[in-house]
């Protein structure tokens, strides 16, 4: 599946408290499996999401120095928590709490990715957005998108060495503080 140029609606859609989006993909990043709450919350069809990339839902707002952080993680075989925002095949969108975990085979190898995914609580969405937007921003303003990239991700660095924390950390303070 080629990823469709979708224009963002800016109009926001949000699911239950006691729902969970669930997706599984192979080691590349390729839907092998979504389950019906992400298959109406995003707009897709079963059949257009299995074998597409997972980025079929990325935003064009959230910061791609976010996304290596979490490439970059759970390609070591550790599980990461993060805040991400999610464009629907319509354009709208919607803000999620992603834990993302590698899946092993018996020998230890990552044989693909299990993401299960919350609605986050609105206030820690709210401290989210600036910083993602400055994050964009930084990655926007060089005309290179891998340098751009790098400098976002050193900002993002340098803030959460301001505040002591990895980005996990981060985003559970902001969940604890519900």
């Known amino acids: 599946m080629v990823r469709p140029k979708i224009q963002p609606t800016g109009k926001e859609r949000t699911f239950g408290e006691d729902e969970i989006i669930v997706s599984k993909t192979d080691p ?24 597409a990339p997972h980025n079929v839902i990325r935003h064009p707002d959230m910061p791609k120095c976010v996304f290596k952080l979490l490439w970059d993680t759970i390609s070591r075989g550790e599980e990461i928590f993060a805040f991400v925002v999610n464009l629907c095949k319509n354009g709208d969108h ?10 092993f085979n018996a020998h230890g190898d990552i044989i693909g990715y299990h993401s299960s995914r919350r609605v986050p ?12 937007a400055s994050l964009k921003q930084i990655e926007d303003s060089n005309p290179d998108w ?5 400098e976002a991700e050193a900002e993002m660095g340098a803030l ?7 980005y996990d950390q981060f985003a559970f303070s902001l969940v604890q503080c519900i």
């Open 28 to 51: 590349k990043g390729i839907i092998t499996y979504a389950n019906q709450t992400f298959i109406q919350l995003a707009g897709y069809t079963e059949e257009e999401l299995l074998g």
């Open 94 to 103: 919607y803000w999620v709490l992603a834990h993302v975990t590698p899946t």
């Open 121 to 132: 609580d609105r206030s820690a969405v709210e401290k989210v957005i600036p910083i993602y």
């Open 146 to 150: 891998r340098a751009g990239m790098r």
């Open 160 to 166: 959460l060495d301001k505040v002591g924390m990895s």
